[in-house]
Structure formats: structure tokens, C-alpha cells
């Protein structure tokens, strides 16, 4: 059994930062990827970053140079730092994690979501 806690978002203007935090608990041997997709109302889901074990992070164009994605891996934990925001960044942010149980299984999972309002 896994668990993704999520925490930090909230509403804030534009221009404005905003940090979310996600961290994974329970059966966890190792974790591969973790990273954050957003879905805005009408859209699909799209991936916003992530990180993978070895460091390695990747971004959607749009966030490139404002969100800054990281990873604390004793405590199985990712975080957001997302600064000059924009109304467009406004949508439910989800957290993600690719790792292996302790029964050797690969698991996939995401957290319950938390919101992000950028008001201009």
C-alpha cells in the first residue's frame, strides 16, 4: 500500500510563487519518478515536471524557467517551486510517483490533487 500526500496550493495572484509538496509513504523500495501534472477545467491532464531518481528533470515548455522541480529521497519527498505564475497555470495539480514495492511490483500512483488559482 502507497500513499501521496499533496499540500500547497492555494490562490494567489499573478506574478505571484507558490511551492506544493508531495510526499510518499508505505511500501516503497524504491522510487524511479516523481513529478507533477496539472488538469484545468475542460483540458486533459498535462505533464508539468518531473524528476527521476538519478536527478534528471524534465519540463513542459511553459513552465521552463519559472517552476523549479526537486526531490528530497530520504524522505520520499517532491516539491514545486513555482514563481512568476500566470492565470494560465490556474488547475488541480497532481503528484505522481513511478516506484517498486516491497513486493517487487512496479506501482503508478497519484496523489488526490491540489488547486492552484492564479487570479490576474
Known amino acids: 500500500q502507497v500513499q501521496l500526500v499533496e499540500s500547497g496550493g492555494d490562490l494567489v495572484q499573478a506574478g505571484g510563487s507558490l511551492r506544493l509538496s508531495c510526499t510518499a509513504s508505505?511500501?516503497?523500495?524504491?522510487?524511479?519518478?516523481m513529478g507533477w501534472y496539472r488538469q484545468a477545467p475542460g483540458n486533459e491532464r498535462e505533464l508539468v515536471a518531473t524528476?527521476?531518481?538519478?536527478?534528471?528533470?524534465n519540463y513542459v515548455d511553459s513552465v521552463k524557467g519559472r517552476f523549479t522541480i526537486s526531490r528530497d529521497s530520504a524522505k520520499n519527498t517532491v516539491y514545486l517551486q513555482m514563481n512568476s505564475l500566470k492565470p494560465e497555470d490556474t488547475g488541480v495539480y497532481f503528484c505522481?510517483?513511478?516506484?517498486?514495492?516491497?513486493?517487487?511490483?512496479?506501482?503508478?500512483?497519484w496523489g488526490q490533487g491540489t488547486q492552484v488559482t492564479v487570479s490576474s
Open positions: 524528476v527521476t531518481s538519478d536527478g534528471s528533470t
Open positions: 505522481y510517483v513511478r516506484l517498486t514495492t516491497t513486493k517487487r511490483v512496479i506501482y503508478n500512483g
Open positions: 508505505g511500501s516503497i523500495l524504491s522510487i524511479y519518478v
